[in-house]
């Protein structure tokens, strides 16, 4: 079957570093995307993921592990309008989110 | 502004009516994908079309239907609603429909209340 499987809520301290982890068991592979969503908005783009490595961008970066079917996403230096909910997302012929991430960021 | 516009933005209806949600993706994007989130869903892929055809289907009811028109907007249509049908109703777009193309623009999103 699909599965994707992320940390419910996580709490970091505004200016530390925070790790969200992302497993995932699909049928197929074309990529993997991570989102942000602030709540009652839409998603944002953060970053994709098709071969194994690290991608940085700024602050955020990704990682994937397609021989471990793992991702995760770092957020440095984080700031309180990091608030949101993360969510990863895994292309095979379609796109399956997991739930998300909720992360607070304590002052 | 991610240039994705839906309408309405709310929409509050009965159960078993009919109701029709309306996205116009960015200009030049040709892909137009639609999801449902509910609180304890998380976001669900309903479908995706490319160029006015359909590409892939999701978990989408058989009371739920889209198209793609020749303008390349699309409108998704939910009959016999249910209360557990009450979600926010996304659109995204992209440019391709391909590896090429991964980003996807995410409308702001419709409020459907069933009541």
């Known amino acids: 079957g699909q599965n994707i499987d992320q940390p419910t809520e996580m709490t970091a301290t505004e200016g530390a570093i925070v790790q969200i982890n992302c497993t995932y068991q699909?049928?197929?592979?074309?990529?993997l995307f991570w989102y942000q969503q602030h709540a009652g908005e839409a998603p944002t783009f953060l970053s994709y993921?098709?071969?194994?490595g690290l991608e940085e961008k700024g602050r955020f970066s990704s990682f994937l592990s397609r021989s471990k079917g793992y991702s995760y996403l770092l957020l440095k230096e984080l700031q309180m309008k990091d608030s949101a909910s993360y969510l990863c997302a895994v292309r095979d012929d379609k796109i399956i989110f997991g739930k998300g991430t909720r992360l607070h960021i304590l002052p | 502004d991610s240039g994705v516009t839906q309408t309405p933005k709310h929409l509050i209806t009965a159960t078993g009516q009919r109701v029709t949600l309306r996205c116009s993706p960015r200009s030049g994007d040709l892909s137009v994908y639609w999801y449902q989130q509910s609180l304890d869903q998380g976001l669900q892929f309903l479908i995706h079309y490319y160029n006015g055809e359909e590409r892939a289907k999701g978990n989408i009811l058989e009371r739920f239907s889209a198209q793609q028109f020749p303008d390349l907007h699309s409108e998704l249509n939910l009959s016999s609603l249910e209360l557990g049908d009450s979600a926010l109703y996304f659109c995204?777009?992209?440019?391709?429909?391909?590896?090429?193309?991964?980003?996807?623009?995410f409308g702001p999103g419709t409020r459907l209340t069933v009541t």
């Open positions: 699909t049928s197929g592979f074309n990529g």
């Open positions: 995204a777009s992209s440019v391709g429909s391909g590896e090429s193309s991964y980003e996807q623009y």
């Open positions: 993921n098709v071969l194994d």
